[in-house]
């Protein structure tokens, strides 16, 4: 009889240890979504920190937001991290697209959804979705104002890229590539600054390699202080009959504002186009002021909201919708698409501020 009460007061002890476990373990806050940002230094992913976290108030999921601050470890760390929380969906913007592939196998070993947000992950089948812009779409709307933009022939076209390891890079330079490769070898432009880009300018498509040779020259990495040296360095190098009126490709809003200041700080240069994009806020004033002359508005609210809705239509066991695919290198994975729009001073308005993504009040100079 004792032995009998001795051996149920032991499970009875058991018992209650997993319940304290497990009360600990709730306690601590499983969540329904993990969310792996590249960097806290750009100002285009706090905003889409702050969406994210909007996109999921009042509902009964939870989120958890890391940064990875340009390293590919810590990336890798924040997921395990997120895993280690229960994580059902993760849903990541890579530093490094092929170095991510690592991260996400770990998650979907888990049995983790895993949506690659705005980036592509490339080489690695453990991709379930991708949301995404159409970046290519993004790198021919640049190169197409560069075009509509500019007059007279022999115009000198410098060209600058993102980073070699964000698969983007290469789709914004090959829809910029696409339509002013033609402009490039009728002669209507003049490459200045790449020696790899004017020994290719009769090639109206691209090799991955041949892009990755332009981009070793040019790329700025995403860092505006590699893209003022950069600029300060070319400008340098070259004559004054590659100066006069010009026309710049810059990749995004950061590094178009430092490759801007450059320019303008040249007397030689009398005056340049300078393409964008994400429709920063120091941005939009450089374009209010005369110092930048585009960007590519794309509204990660909508981005964001077709994340969060992928996510949720996972939790709840439903198919998410997609309107295409991506060869990532490993598979083809399935997307979502949203629009981008071209913002110069004519339509800061309507787009950004009649549209509530902006307040007016943030800007000088707005008509």
Known sequence: MKKSFKVLALGFVAVMAMFLLAACNNSSGSVSVGIVLPTKDEPRWVQDEERFKAALEGSDYTTEILFSQGSSAKEKENVETLISKGIEVLIIAPHDGAAAGAAVEAAKAEGITVIAYDRLITDTEAVDYYVTFDSVAVGEAQGQYLIDNTSGTGVPLYLYTGASSDNNAFLFFEGAWKVLQPKIADGTFVIANSSEAEALKDKPELTRDEMSA?????????????????????????????????????????????????????????????????????????????????????????????AMGMAIDVLEGNTPET???????????????????????????????DSGYYEADEFTGLE
Request: proline letters at 2%; charged letters at 25%; hydrophobic letters at 40%.
């Open 323 to 353: 309107t295409g695919t991506y060869n990532n290198g490993a598979a083809d994975i399935k997307a979502k698409q949203t629009d981008v729009i071209v913002v110069n001073k004519d339509n800061v308005k309507s787009e950004l501020v």
């Open 214 to 306: 332009i981009l070793g020259q040019v790329t700025t990495n995403w860092d505006p202080n590699e893209s003022k040296n950069k600029a300060e360095t070319h400008l340098t190098a070259v004559s004054d009959d590659l100066k006069g009126d010009v026309a710049i490709l810059a990749p995004n809003d950061g590094t178009a504002r430092a490759i801007a200041d450059v320019f303008s700080a040249d007397p030689a240069i009398t005056s340049y186009v300078v393409t964008g994009q994400d429709a920063e806020k120091a941005s939009i004033q450089y374009i209010l002021d005369g110092k930048q002359t585009m960007t590519v508005f794309k509204d990660v609210r909508t981005l964001v909201t077709d």
